[in-house]
């Protein structure tokens, strides 16, 4: 099966501390790998040496063949790798709208001549408007940003993570604060995406994670401690003891 | 194409037509013992515009865009009168030049060229009050050089006799009239804020908005946004020298204050005061700035002082401007904006119910 990412003993320090140490890992392509492990395992950094937003101190990353290490966030996005953060990242000040078209409108970045009107970009309108409905802002798309709820400013970063079709897409906790009926929605909404993408899920929430992953990787202070299928690592010793164990108490 | 003269335009267009009756502006008055301002309001309104493409659009301040006003005015000068010049050996006889587009083109040669080099040195480096303070540097170089560099320059008293040109199929002294360089300064003012107008409203705008708003979030959808500003640099340097360009044949004279802290310190004004996210504030805020200093320097002589009181009112209460304000205005009804100016709980109030953009025209 063809390799979406692959680390080579990828290690990121900070002063002392080691977040992610010596990981070398291959996600195949296809379906949903969750990452899970108990807070400062090094989920989320591992996330930011993937997309770019943090340089490692050793190791190599590739993404399918070609080795991104050195290539900056936005080169690794044009190569179809998007990311949501943790912390919702989004337009604030625009429009829903804008939000999603300027999503829609970075493939063509370097590609269409910029300072002629956007209808000149193809279907870069249908585009928008089909993502709008995708993530179910279409009523919405006349809002600012900051002013939808939290819920709904989450389903708008999945949104601006989707609109260039990505190949990989790197979602940090994307439950994370959602109602229980968000949270069934934004689930169905993944499940759907998932569908010929390769997706990269930090959560929490271990129902879901069940229900929705194909793999999971388990990682505890900076290592992957085990991957598996969900039933194999529910039913892993060590996993229990070091992660599991604890929610259960 | 419609969308190109809708509203904004049609608004710079008409105000544009209207200035020449109002008091400081009317070129009328020159013989009367006031100094017509309006085609300085003109100049300003270019170079505060091309300023904010930066600061309003990007989110970045320049503290040195009047160099740029000042090298397209200098070199005009220059290309008019004529010069000599000796770089370290090498004699260069240049004749006096009539030719306006030439002076024009070697006007946004040179500032192009040095904004270029300015965008690759500073925006990859710095941001922030960094970018300001680099900013503000190199154009101390370019003051003091035209400031100390008195055999080419003129030094501190500048050079004077700039003569204006002719335009084709007029009069050979057309434009010695104040009214009739006005208008064509109103002409040359507004195909220029035309091609500002384009630039804003056009995808490439949408992404300075985006790079405004949220840098990161830019990055990761794939926009290489350093490419941006360093483009948004080049782009804002341009406008400034149209306006530098009518300033020095305006004036016929010009001296190291057009590349001084002060005008640099000037747009920024000119901008917050008028505001900073619509395509018209800047040249509103240069037509009000100049308007003021013009009525209030006749009643007394700290006119500087009530200016900058009329400033800090405005950073407090309208931090979107005069546009801003109106933009408030048409949305909320003359009783809400009213209750919003003075109460915060009725701010937050409508700010929740808020359904449009805050980009105005």
């Not at chain 1, 939290?150 to 990989?168: F, M, N, T, Y």
């Not at chain 2, 009069?171 to 040359?188: K, M, R």
């Not at chain 2, 800090?312 to 048409?330: A, C, N, S, T």
């Amino acid at each position: 099966m063809a390799v979406a990412f692959r680390t080579e003993g990828l290690t990121r320090r900070f002063s002392g501390f080691t977040a992610v140490n010596n990981v070398s890992i291959e996600i195949p392509e296809g379906g949903v790998r969750t990452i899970i492990g108990p807070n400062g395992a090094g989920k989320t950094t591992f996330f930011n040496l993937l997309s770019g937003r943090i340089p490692p101190s050793a190791g190599r990353i590739f993404f399918g063949d070609r080795d991104v290490t050195d290539l900056l966030p936005y080169q690794r996005a044009r190569l179809g790798m998007a990311r949501s953060f943790q912390i919702t990242n989004i337009f604030g000040k625009l429009s829903v709208e804008e939000n999603v078209r300027l999503a829609v409108q970075a493939v063509y970045d370097g590609k269409a001549n910029f300072f002629l009107p956007s209808s000149r970009m193809g279907d870069l309108r249908t585009k928008t408007e089909a993502l709008l409905h995708d993530i179910g802002l279409f009523d919405a798309r006349a809002a600012l940003a900051e002013n939808l709820s939290h819920g709904d400013q989450r389903r708008l970063e999945i949104g601006l993570v989707l609109a260039s079709d990505p190949k990989v897409l790197l979602l940090d906790e994307p439950l994370a604060g959602m109602s229980p009926t968000e949270t069934h929605a934004t689930v169905e909404l993944i499940k759907r995406v998932a569908e010929g993408r390769t997706v990269l899920l930090v959560e929490h929430d271990i129902d879901v994670i069940m229900s929705i992953s194909r793999t999971i990787t388990v990682f505890q202070t900076g290592a992957v401690l085990a991957t598996g299928t969900p039933q194999e690592i529910r039913g892993n010793e060590a996993v229990q003891r070091a992660y599991l164990g604890e929610l259960a108490e | 194409m419609r969308r190109v003269f809708s509203s904004p335009l049609l608004w710079t267009a008409v105000v544009f037509v209207i200035l020449p009756f109002v008091a400081g502006a009317n070129p009328l008055h020159y013989s009367g013992g006031f100094i017509d301002i309006g085609t300085t309001m003109l100049c300003f309104a270019l170079f505060a515009s091309g300023f904010n493409l930066l600061f309003g659009h990007v989110g970045e301040l320049s503290f040195g865009h009047a160099m740029f006003f000042a090298i397209a005015a200098y070199t005009t000068a220059l290309y008019t009168k004529g010069f000599d010049l000796n770089l370290f050996g090498f004699p260069y006889h240049h004749d006096p030049g009539g030719n306006m587009l030439l002076a024009l083109a070697w006007s946004l040669g040179l500032t192009l060229l040095w904004g270029w080099l300015l965008a690759r040195i500073i925006v990859p480096r710095s941001s922030g009050i960094y970018y300001s303070m680099i900013t503000l540097a190199f154009a101390q170089v370019i003051f003091f050089i035209t400031y100390k560099f008195g055999d080419f320059t003129g030094g501190e008293d500048g050079l004077q006799g700039i003569a204006r040109p002719q335009l084709p199929g007029l009069p050979a002294d057309w434009l010695q009239s104040s009214l009739h360089f006005y208008i064509f300064a109103a002409i040359v003012t507004f195909l220029t804020l035309a091609l500002l107008y384009w630039i804003i409203e056009s995808p490439f705008g949408s992404v300075l908005h985006a790079i405004r708003e949220n840098k990161e979030r830019a990055r990761f959808l794939g926009y290489d946004v350093n490419k941006y500003r360093v483009n948004a640099f080049v782009l804002s340097t341009l406008f400034p020298a149209v306006g530098g360009w009518l300033w020095a044949y305006y004036q016929t004279s010009i001296n190291p204050d057009a590349g001084s802290v002060a005008y640099s310190g000037d747009v920024v004004m000119m901008s917050l005061l008028g505001g900073i996210y619509s395509f018209f504030g800047p040249v509103l805020g240069a037509i009000i700035y100049w308007e003021m200093q013009n009525g209030v320097s006749q009643v007394t002589k700290f006119w500087e002082a009530w200016i900058g009181i009329v400033f800090v009112v405005f950073v407090l209460v309208g931090p979107r401007g005069i546009m801003g304000l109106l933009d408030d205005l048409r949305r909320y009804g003359i009783s809400q904006f009213v209750r919003r100016s003075v109460s915060k709980d009725a701010r937050m109030e409508t700010d929740l119910a808020e359904e449009l953009p805050p980009v105005v025209h």
